[in-house]
């Protein structure tokens, strides 16, 4: 577990992500998203965009299930 401490920062408060913090999410570095969405379980912050992540999922089960289709279109 990593605690992290909120300061202010200008009209807003920041969050400082050491480099375990910043390793533990994947590298991050300046100017890299971050999302924050709610779970069952609190807050969970990812550098992966959730929303894009579920249009990739749908569009990899479309593109399984008409497989034949695509083959055919792309000839």
């Given at each position: 577990?990593?605690?992290l401490t909120a300061k202010k920062?200008?009209?807003g408060i920041g969050v400082l992500l050491d480099k375990q913090a910043r390793?533990?999410?994947g590298g991050i570095g300046e100017n890299d998203k971050l999302y924050l969405t709610r779970t069952p379980d609190g807050l969970?912050?990812?550098p992966y965009n959730p929303d894009?992540?579920?249009q990739m999922t749908?569009?990899?089960?479309?593109m399984n299930?008409?497989?034949a289709v695509l083959r055919e279109?792309?000839?």
């Open positions: 577990m990593i605690e920062w200008g009209n390793e533990l999410l969970r912050i990812t894009f992540e579920r749908e569009a990899r089960k479309i299930d008409r497989r279109l792309a000839k």
